[in-house]
């Protein structure tokens, strides 16, 4: 009986061996640039247009509440453009994808919670998906296809980001 199971089994492994392969190099390169499509396409909209955060100032959680709607503006602009390039290409993706996560959580307090759930309504659907995607990349890194992970291994440190993990079973 174990013969007839042993092909099954190593092509199962082999399968399981290239599946772990392209998700190390694949697995977040999708979320990056999803979330870079969508940040950089907000701080386009903010920069080229007016700024519209005395109206929801009010909303801000502190210490953001402290600053004035034109700071806010900029910092959110700024956040969104900076942080959008970052996710893209890989680099320094845990402190862009912290920064985004705060911008976002600002967001949703001050823009989207008193809206329901609902997208069609203003409401948090999609920050919630924003911050449920920029975990994996504040807690494991950008994946093997980043700058991060080139330039780590360029300088002969070992990329903390999930990937050098082999698997073992």
Not at 63 to 69: D, M, R, V
Not at 101 to 110: E, G, P
Request: charged share 15%; with cysteine; glycine share 12%.
């Amino acid at each position: 009986m174990e013969t007839t199971t042993q092909p099954a089994l190593a092509l199962h492994h082999q399968a399981r061996r290239l599946a772990d392969r392209g998700g190390a190099l694949f697995g977040l390169l999708g979320i990056r640039l999803l979330l870079a499509w969508e940040y950089g396409g907000a701080g386009l909209t903010k920069l080229r247009g007016d700024n519209w955060f005395d109206h929801v100032q009010d909303g801000f959680p502190f210490p953001f509440n402290l600053l004035s709607p034109d700071v806010n503006w900029w910092l959110a602009t700024g956040t969104e453009l900076l942080g959008a390039a970052a996710l893209a290409l890989g680099l320094v993706t845990r402190l862009f994808g912290v920064s985004l996560f705060i911008l976002t959580v600002v967001a949703w307090a001050s823009v989207h919670a008193g809206n329901g759930y609902n997208v069609c309504y203003n409401g948090f659907q999609l920050p919630l998906m924003y911050l449920v995607m920029l975990v994996p990349l504040i807690l494991s890194g950008p994946g093997k296809l980043s700058l991060d992970y080139w330039w780590l291994k360029r300088a002969g440190a070992t990329p903390c980001n999930g990937s050098e993990r082999e698997a073992t079973s």
